[in-house]
């Protein structure tokens, strides 16, 4: 399958496409700290017995306290129960009680049509050692707003097709994929507030070893993690960094598939919102957020 108009045998263009991969292979060969700490979400459905997975989320520590972050319309799923996860490499489900702090529901009394559709989840549980250690601080969030520097990116999530039950146990796939954020006119013409959200392209084609092939359905990734790769940049004028680093910079909340020639789209929000609800149901960990804030 060939995506027209682009010429793949043009020196121009095979130069383009080398200088390109290049850079999203070196994002991709960053060490996965923020990665890591993206889990499997699932419920159980009315009439099952199994869990399965419907989202992603992130886990984060800030102080004492675990939390994970993800989009709201997921938690539309599970309701009044707890939220379900693990670690995604064939260990038990681990339930886990907890606060959900959201922004508010759309017309429709639920998430899905909420702009914003954030959700923190603050865990009243124990946790296991595995997910303790998965969890990211506030030094791996991404605090800047540098839009000229053309950072590298890349969305990580669980697709729910990748995800295997088998009774109380869960196998799920972690993957991630490299893009760019769309430019500010791109914002603008898509009605999409540049100020709350983070938004990579993600078109219907994408191309591996010289063949356009369909790009993967994301779903599954709602929750899942924006990441700045930091220290790698497609700008030619910008020097990449001798450190490289993965920073959170918004979770998942939608996906635009191209249409009408108007660009695919993932959308994620940033976590200044997720960090704000922290902020006003759990005060007392507002100056530490504050404090990162300001050093950034």
């Given at each position: 399958m060939v995506k027209p108009n682009i010429d793949l045998e043009n020196p121009i263009v095979k130069k383009a496409i080398t200088y390109f991969q290049n850079k999203m292979i070196k994002a991709l060969n960053v060490p996965q700290s923020v990665e890591s700490a993206v889990v499997p979400i699932y419920h159980v459905p009315k009439l099952k017995r199994k869990p399965v997975q419907i989202g992603s989320g992130v886990l984060v520590k800030i102080k004492s306290e675990y939390f994970i972050f993800s989009a709201s319309h997921v938690f539309d799923e599970i309701g009044d129960y707890p939220l379900l996860t693990s670690d995604g490499t064939g260990s038990?489900?681990?339930s886990l009680s907890g606060d959900r702090f959201s922004t508010a529901r759309g017309s429709s009394g639920t998430h899905r049509d909420d702009p914003i559709d954030a959700s923190v989840y603050h865990i009243q549980s124990p946790i296991?050692?595995?997910l303790k250690k998965a969890a990211?601080?506030?030094?791996?969030f991404d605090f800047s707003s540098l839009k000229e520097s053309k950072s590298v990116f890349?969305?990580?999530g669980f697709r729910i097709k990748q995800s295997n039950t088998a009774g109380d146990t869960v196998r799920s796939k972690r993957e991630g994929f490299p893009s760019l954020e769309i430019n500010e006119e791109d914002y603008l013409r898509m009605k999409i507030d540049s100020k709350i959200h983070i938004t990579?392209?993600?078109e219907n084609q994408i191309l591996l070893n010289g063949i356009w092939q369909t790009s993967p359905t994301p779903k599954g990734f709602s929750g899942g993690a924006i990441i700045r790769v930091d220290g790698v940049s497609v700008n030619r004028d910008i020097s990449n960094k001798p450190g490289y680093k993965q920073l959170l910079t918004g979770i998942i909340i939608e996906q635009r598939r191209e249409k009408n020639k108007e660009m695919g789209v993932l959308i994620g929000t940033k976590i200044d919102i997720h960090l704000a609800l922290i902020k006003h149901f759990l005060p007392y960990l507002a100056v530490e957020i504050d404090r990162?804030?300001?050093?950034?």
């Open positions: 038990k489900v681990q296991s050692e595995p990211i601080t506030l030094n791996d890349i969305a990580a990579l392209a993600y990162h804030i300001k050093v950034n």
